[in-house]
């Protein structure tokens, strides 16, 4: 089992920046590859990025590409989503998940584990 908690979510204007946090625990954190999605109201949930296991490889979303970025910290069960430029569009609950078979993809049935989301809210 894995347990994924994510924090840095807030309130914020348009152009503004935000980092989001994702702390893992219950196995080995370095195994999986993980991904960041989000959910605005009325919405489907949708792919955001994802890293693979060592951070070396990454993959955006085209509505974010440019703008956002996302980063692991294997030493600290940490991945990152920094986001700058945040638009209102951006205004979404936003998840991490975690995907022990490694794959780095935008599907979110590949992913096995999820957290319990951060509200990320942009002002115009």
């Known amino acids: 089992q894995v347990q994924l908690v994510e924090s840095g979510g807030g309130l914020v204007q348009t152009g503004d920046s935000l980092r989001l946090s994702c702390v893992a625990s219950?196995?080995?954190?370095?195994?999986?590859?993980m991904g960041w999605f989000r959910q605005a109201p009325g919405k489907e949930r949708e792919f955001v990025a994802a890293?693979?296991?060592?951070?070396?490889?990454?993959y955006y979303a085209d509505s974010v590409k440019g703008r956002f970025s996302i980063s692991r910290d294997n030493a600290k069960n940490t991945v990152y989503l920094q986001m700058f430029s945040l638009r209102p569009e951006d205004t979404a609950v936003y998840y991490c998940?975690?995907?022990?078979?490694?794959?780095?993809?935008?599907?979110?049935?590949?992913?096995?584990?999820w957290g319990q989301g951060t509200q990320v809210t942009v002002s115009s």
């Open positions: 219950g196995r080995t954190f370095s195994s999986s590859a």
């Open positions: 998940a975690a995907d022990f078979l490694g794959g780095l993809g935008k599907n979110e049935n590949q992913y096995d584990f």
């Open positions: 890293i693979s296991r060592s951070g070396g490889s990454t």
